[in-house]
T-cell receptor, first 118, second 115 residues
Framework: AQTVTQSQPEMSVQEAETVTLSCTYDTSESDYYLFWYKQPPSRQMILVIR??????QNATENRFSVNFQKAAKSFSLKISDSQLGDAAMYFCAYRSQLDRGSQGNLIFGKGTKLSVKP | GAGVSQSPSNKVTEKGKDVELRCDPISGHTALYWYRQSLGQGLEFLIYFQGNSAPDKSGLPSDRFSAERTGGSVSTLTIQRTQQEDSAVYLCASSLSSSPGYEQYFGPGTRLTVT
């Protein structure tokens, strides 16, 4: 079974600075998707960025980028120029690329709470 | 268009009572997922629907939990004889397809408190 581990329960960053959130995962599959979700106090999970395992190039979405190390099974999220609105829980998630028809769920880590200091 | 909606937003119930949680997916989304988020934990998969059928019920924690989906749209998660350990946020997500490449869109969740 696949597992996702986020080793940092809480992180803090100064506004306008850069912060990196860590995520490792365990799988025997070679094809899969990885995601970072943001959950603000409103509770609604928002997709921040996704990475297909077969792509070597790291995904980037504006101020958000990932460092995907497939061999090390590591998938960290870098937030540049941090803003107050970035404060939230961040969850790393895994999804198998195999379309088995009955296993489409996301597997989540326990999350990292990010605080942004003004 | 409207996103995924869930009701109620918050629910407080006494131990032993039954509760129903509702999810309205995005129109046209055939796949629907239920997750549970306990305090300090990540999201735990409960059940998934493709259309009205639930091919994967493996995450339901006990036989007190059941779910249905009618008309390929609204889904209801029912918890019978609630226990204090059922207290959590229950999140629903929908996607155009259950195929892995399709994004899941989440609702705001229902916070269930069992007293």
């Amino acid at each position: 079974a696949q597992t996702v581990t986020q080793s940092q329960p809480e992180m803090s960053v100064q506004e306008a600075e850069t912060v990196t959130l860590s995520c490792t995962y365990d799988t025997s599959e070679s094809d899969y998707y990885l995601f970072w979700y943001k959950q603000p106090p409103s509770r609604q999970m928002i997709l921040v960025i996704r990475q297909e395992a077969y792509k070597q190039q790291n995904a980037t979405e504006n101020r958000f980028s990932v460092n995907f190390q497939k061999a090390a099974k590591s998938f960290s999220l870098k937030i540049s120029d941090s803003q107050l609105g970035d404060a939230a829980m961040y969850f790393c998630a895994y999804r198998s690329q195999l379309d088995r028809g009955s296993q489409g769920n996301l597997i989540f880590g326990k999350g990292t709470k990010l605080s942004v200091k003004p | 268009g409207a996103g995924v909606s869930q009701s109620p937003s918050n629910k407080v119930t006494e131990k032993g009572k039954d509760v129903e949680l509702r999810c309205d997916p995005i129109s046209g989304h055939t796949a629907l997922y239920w997750y549970r988020q306990s305090l300090g934990q990540g999201l735990e998969f409960l059940i998934y629907f493709q259309g009205n059928s639930a091919p994967d019920k493996s995450g339901l924690p006990s036989d007190r939990f059941s779910a249905e989906r009618t008309g390929g749209s609204v889904s209801t998660l029912t918890i019978q004889r609630t226990q204090q350990e059922d207290s959590a946020v229950y999140l629903c997500a929908s996607s155009l397809s259950s195929s892995p490449g399709y994004e899941q869109y989440f609702g705001p969740g229902t916070r269930l408190t069992v007293t």
